[in-house]
Structure formats: C-alpha cells, structure tokens
C-alpha cells in the first residue's frame, strides 16, 4: 500500500469534510461491472476489500478509484472481419466496398463485446484533513484528472487544487545545485536531468552518479536548467522532484519499513501501521518540501 508516486493538492482551510458524507457518497457511486455492450466503467472501490470505502485511521483517509476496462484486441476485430468480407465478397462475387467494411467491423465488435474479458485498474489517493494535503499515487495529470473528476460526478466538494508553491522547482533545484547546498532536512542524491531552453531543448541526464564538481555548474552557467532531481529527506524517504512538482519514484527507505516488517503477523493490524507511518511521513516532508521552495503561493 505504500505510495510511489505523488501528484500533490491543497486542501481548502475553511473545507469541512466529514468522513460519513464522503463515504456514503462514494458508495453511492461504486464501480459496477461493465455492461454487454459498454467498454469501460468507472467508480469507487473500498481500498481495503470490505465494506468501507474510505479507510480512517488518525483523522488520515485512503480511497480508491476505480476502472473496468474491456480487453477487444484490434488484431481479433480485423481478423474476424476479414474473415466475414471475404465471405461475403465470394457470396455477392465482387469486391467488399469501404461501407460494407465499415458496418461488419461494427458488427463483429457488437458481437464480441459481451464475450470480451474485462480488467481492472484502480489508483489510490490520500486525503489529510488535518495538514491540508491531499495525493494521487500516480505521476500521470491524465490519471489524476479522471480522479478529480469522479469526485465532481459524486458531488463531493473537497475543495481541493494542485500545490503550488512562491519558488519554482526548476529555479530552486538548479540553485541548490549551483551552490551544493540544499535547504535541511535534504540530501541530494545522484539522478539528475538538465534541459536547455530554447529550440534545442539539448538534455543531459545523470543516473546514480555524483553531482558535486565543475562539469554540473558548466551545464548550468550553459543555460541549462533542472527538470529532475533526485532527494532524499531525513534518510528516510528518497524522490524525485521534477520542475512540474512531481513526486516521482518515491521509496521509503528501510529505516521506516523495518519498524513493523517481522513485528506484525496479522494483515489488517500491519495495513493500519504502515499506513499511519506513511502518511505521518509524507505529511513532515510536504511541508518541509514546501518550505524548501518557499513556502505556499499566495492564494495557494
């Protein structure tokens, strides 16, 4: 259950947000199996497999998304149409025209669509109450916009939008690299990409390799900027920042796993745990990481 990525929002302060209504609202709206003839459905999951659809525990909430989705290879479709056109061509004796194509490819797909496996695919989200925070486990908008936008269909108002912040990441990552310092609890660590502006967008990247020394600064004094830069906070959860304010990669380094792994044998009671430690976790170092980049943009 632990996150491995982040797409981040504030949460309105003056919201008020009681978890029975949200609850009983993402009920009211849960995924439902696709019908004979539908491709995709699209609604709420209990994140833990029971009866609940939003999972409390200290004030912090986990819900899921979900979506099922029909598997109707195209190679099937066209396959079994040019089985039935020449069928019909040897039938009528003359070529199958565009139109014909056109209406048995509709038919095949009508016919195959009710036989067609379906599969599903879910992504989480966090929401704090308490701090202002909410998170998609996702680095895609798309995914997270087709979230927020469930919300909306349920007519939940979580009054909530995407973090932003006074400093600009790219501006303040190639600072850090600039001068070698990055603002405590951080570490930098040895992913890196640089970009050029321009119409050559030349990029440069580093994987797992020292960042100190002059060849960095020459790329930066280049004209380049950081688009990614890996991050580690308080040697305990490890990232990459991109300069769209992405979370990506996100690990959770041994330090926090080890506290339960080998402790706890019951599933739910280890579920509760590492949840309580994740999102005490990632509450701490959003608000360092916004305060690293200078603090919330007014009207955030």
Same mark, same amino acid.
């Given at each position: 259950?632990?996150? =491995?990525?982040?797409?981040?929002?504030?949460?309105?302060?003056?919201? /008020?947000?009681?978890?029975?209504? &949200?609850?009983?609202?993402?009920?009211?709206?849960?995924?439902?199996?696709?019908?004979?003839?539908?491709?995709?459905?699209?609604?709420?999951?209990?994140?833990?497999?029971?009866?609940?659809?939003?999972?409390?525990?200290?004030?912090?909430?986990? &819900?899921?998304?979900?979506?099922?989705?029909?598997?109707?290879?195209?190679?099937?479709?066209?396959?079994?149409?040019?089985?039935?056109?020449?069928?019909?061509?040897?039938?009528?004796?003359?070529?199958?025209?565009?139109?014909?194509? /056109?209406?048995?490819?509709? /038919?095949? &797909?009508?016919?195959?669509?009710? =036989?067609?496996?379906?599969?599903?695919?879910?992504?989480?989200?966090?929401?704090?109450?308490?701090?202002?925070?909410?998170?998609?486990?996702?680095?895609?908008?798309?995914?997270?916009?087709?979230?927020?936008?469930?919300?909306?269909?349920?007519?939940?108002? !979580?009054?909530?939008?995407?973090?932003?912040?006074?400093?600009?990441?790219?501006?303040?990552?190639?600072?850090?690299?600039?001068?070698?310092?990055?603002?405590?609890?951080?570490?930098?660590?040895?992913?890196?990409?640089?970009?050029?502006?321009?119409?050559?967008?030349?990029?440069?990247?580093?994987?797992?390799?020292?960042?100190?020394?002059?060849? !960095?600064?020459?790329? !930066?004094?280049?004209?380049?900027?950081?688009?990614?830069?890996?991050?580690?906070?308080?040697?305990?959860?490890?990232?990459?920042?991109?300069?769209?304010?992405?979370?990506?990669?996100?690990?959770?380094?041994? &330090?926090?796993?080890?506290?339960?792994?080998?402790?706890?044998?019951?599933?739910?009671? =280890?579920?509760?745990?590492?949840?309580?430690?994740?999102?005490?976790?990632?509450?701490?170092?959003?608000?360092?990481?916004?305060?690293?980049?200078?603090?919330?943009?007014?009207?955030?």
């Amino acid at each position: 259950m632990w996150f =491995k990525n982040l797409l981040v929002y504030r949460i309105k302060p003056d919201a /008020r947000l009681k978890a029975e209504d &949200i609850e009983d609202k993402l009920r009211e709206n849960a995924l439902q199996p696709c019908g004979s003839f539908e491709m995709e459905s699209r609604g709420w999951v209990p994140p833990r497999g029971d009866e609940r659809f939003l999972h409390s525990l200290e004030r912090q909430w986990l &819900i899921t998304y979900g979506a099922n989705q029909k598997i109707l290879p195209g190679s099937v479709i066209t396959q079994t149409a040019k089985e039935r056109a020449a069928k019909l061509a040897e039938k009528q004796e003359h070529p199958v025209g565009r139109k014909q194509m /056109r209406e048995i490819r509709e /038919r095949v &797909i009508e016919e195959l669509m009710p =036989k067609a496996f379906s599969r599903r695919r879910t992504l989480a989200a966090w929401i704090d109450p308490v701090n202002g925070w909410a998170a998609v486990d996702t680095a895609a908008d798309k995914k997270a916009d087709e979230l927020l936008e469930s919300f909306i269909a349920a007519n939940i108002d !979580i009054h909530i939008k995407r973090l932003e912040c006074q400093q600009s990441p790219a501006a303040q990552m190639t600072l850090w690299l600039q001068s070698g310092e990055v603002p405590a609890p951080f570490t930098i660590d040895q992913d890196l990409e640089l970009k050029a502006s321009g119409e050559s967008r030349a990029t440069v990247r580093y994987v797992n390799h020292p960042l100190e020394g002059g060849e !960095i600064r020459q790329h !930066i004094a280049g004209g380049k900027t950081a688009t990614r830069l890996g991050l580690t906070w308080k040697n305990r959860i490890s990232f990459v920042l991109t300069d769209q304010l992405q979370i990506k990669r996100l690990a959770f380094l041994d &330090i926090l796993k080890n506290d339960t792994e080998n402790q706890v044998e019951d599933a739910e009671e =280890k579920f509760d745990i590492d949840f309580a430690l994740m999102t005490g976790e990632l509450a701490g170092m959003l608000a360092d990481l916004t305060k690293a980049l200078g603090g919330l943009k007014r009207g955030a």
